[in-house]
């Protein structure tokens, strides 16, 4: 049969070794930082994406026509504007989450 001071000392070194390994665990990551940054490329990403398919349409367009700069300017601009409103929609569906995640419910208003 066991020494009862053998099984305490065994106990107490469990606990100082369970305490060693928690210390020892890698440390959460800070996720929020990356996801702000991740929305950040996303918003750049939409814009520049709107901008080249108004430039290369309108370009297209322009060559196909022979009116070279009229088109291109006019869906450049039409591509920045709806850059625009994609960054916008992509910001506002992240309020939304951020609104719903500090309600705490994970329900999404509309509006």
């Known amino acids: 049969m066991p020494d009862p001071e053998h099984q305490r000392r065994m106990a107490e070194f469990e606990k ?4 060693a390994k928690a210390a020892q665990a890698p440390k959460p990551r800070g996720d929020e930082h990356y996801s702000q940054a ?3 490329w996303r918003m750049v990403i939409e814009l520049v994406a709107g901008l080249a398919i108004g430039f290369g349409i309108g ?7 022979g009116t070279m700069p009229f088109l291109l300017v006019a869906f450049t601009l039409l591509g920045f504007a709806a850059g625009i ?4 929609r992509s910001a506002r569906e992240v309020e939304q989450a951020r609104r719903a ?3 705490g ?4 208003e509309g509006g």
């Open 59 to 65: 370009y297209g367009l322009d060559t196909l026509f």
């Open 105 to 108: 419910d994970g329900t999404d």
């Open 85 to 88: 409103k994609t960054m916008l």
């Open 38 to 40: 991740q929305l950040a």
């Open 101 to 103: 995640a500090d309600r």
């Open 16 to 19: 100082r070794l369970e305490a």
